[in-house]
């Protein structure tokens, strides 16, 4: 096998043991071992778990949303998540599963944790079945861009293990974050407390994937969990896909190992450049263009940016002009956790930071 980099380097594998695994089932259930090791030491330098925790290669984030939820819950449970959210699982995953949607509250800054409080003890007070999970991205949340501050983060945590409630962390966007007004990207240092750190007893199953900082089409992440979540995992995994893309696991590990973790942050850091620069094309054309008609918080991270129109209720009633005029945006109602619902109007858009010459 041999890649190709972009700068024009060649990574040749002629390793007939890395050849041959690349062409195999996943026989080592956690992952192939030179990406685990990678993983593991990555995630424990960037997130320092303080509660014996460990990880497992995956297909993505997507594919691990599902296996949690079948995991973790029934068809009637209640499952905590921001009030406007990726959509994607949603519409696919959890509606057709019959889980109940519960959206909190949020602001420019994510989740709000008096309106997760407030939500709790409705349950009790009820007397409810509590709900046993908490679906969260925090950082440069799908659709509303929002970054969960870590003191925000705190209270979340705390408010969750009082009331025994497991948090999916699901942080696709967590290296991609920038200075909202230009200035040097941050590499892999400052991007914040996640869940993880703060995860003194196994409650967190936190989600990472290469797919926004390489490429979507490889399918490949990784999760950090408590021992005895990993393992339920390593079974679901290699139950319904005998286990992460050998290929591609092979071909990342390559690829990790020839950058080294320096060469790993100096990727993040044109990435983050890249975004910086999208977001900032993005705004300009917004303040040109819809200066006076929309208001918006400037992203500091992830791919979108959440554009609230003035004097139209509901973005809705635009789409049709919208895709004339070729523009692409996500219509706000769409990303409501429950789905959209006409007696919701919502006067929200999002517009993905796609590379400005598409
Ligand atoms: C919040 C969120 N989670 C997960 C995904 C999918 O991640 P993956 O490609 O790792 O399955 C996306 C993709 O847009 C996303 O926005």
Partial sequence: MSLKLRDGTRIVIDDPAKVAAAQQYSFTLKGYAPLYDW?????????APPGGHDVMVTNGNNQTIEMVLRLFLDRGDAL?????????????????????TVPVAMDGEGMLPGALCETLEGFAARGERPPRLLYTVPVGQNPTGAITPEARR?????????????ILEDDPYFYLQFAPGGGAPCGLTGLGASYLSMDVDGRVIRL????????????????????AVIQKLV?????????????????MAELLQHWGEAGFEAHICTMQREYAGRAAALQAAAQEHLG??????????????????HGIPCADAILERLQTEKVVVVPGSITHCRGPDAGRPCPFTSRPLTDPRM
């Fill in 235 to 251: 079974f679901h995994l290699h139950g319904i896909s005998l286990g992460a893309c050998s290929f591609t696991q092979v071909a």
């Fill in 292 to 309: 006076g008609l929309a208001s918006w918080t400037p992203p500091a991270a992830g791919m979108f940016l959440w554009l609230r129109l």
């Fill in 39 to 47: 993983v593991k030491a990555h995630a424990w330098r960037m997130h």
């Fill in 208 to 227: 990472d994937s290469f797919a926004k900082v390489v490429a979507p089409g490889l399918r490949l992440g990784w999760v950090t969990a408590a021992p």
């Fill in 80 to 100: 905590l998540c921001e009030q406007n959210t990726y959509p994607h699982i949603f519409e696919s995953l959890v509606h057709p599963a019959g889980l109940h």
């Fill in 154 to 166: 705190r209270e979340i945590y705390a408010l969750c293990r009082d009331h025994g409630i497991l």
